[in-house]
């Protein structure tokens, strides 16, 4: 089992800057990738950006390429998504999800934690 648990989300302005967290515990030397996804209101849940606890890989959705960076420290388990340029668009509940290797279907969910930006 993995256990994740998101910080850092809060009410901005466009233009800001905000830093969420996402610190896993468990067996996250299981897992595959890390991500983080969105839901805003009324809307499904889209793929923002993942990276690997080992290596340099990392992906982003186009929506966020350029502003948002994906990032993780290994010693604290912990994987950060740092969000530039902030925008009302990106106003939504942000989820960290950890990958199942295997199956490559994200198995592990946050509780989420809300982002809102007012223009």
């Known amino acids: 089992q993995v256990q994740l648990v998101e910080s850092g989300g809060g009410l901005v302005q466009a233009g800001d800057s905000l830093r969420l967290s996402c610190a896993a515990s468990?067996?996250?030397?299981?897992?595959?990738?890390m991500g983080w996804f969105r839901q805003a209101p009324g809307k499904e849940r889209t793929f923002v950006a993942a990276?690997?606890?080992?290596?340099?890989?990392?992906y982003y959705a186009d929506s966020v390429k350029g502003r948002f960076t994906i990032s993780r420290d290994n010693a604290k388990n912990t994987v950060y998504l740092q969000m530039n340029s902030l925008k009302p668009e990106d106003t939504a509940v942000y989820y960290c999800?950890?990958?199942?290797?295997?199956?490559?279907?994200?198995?592990?969910w946050g509780q989420g934690t809300q982002v809102t930006v007012s223009s």
């Open positions: 999800a950890a990958q199942n290797p295997v199956s490559y279907d994200y198995d592990y």
């Open positions: 990276i690997r606890w080992s290596g340099t890989f990392t």
């Open positions: 468990g067996r996250t030397f299981s897992t595959g990738l």
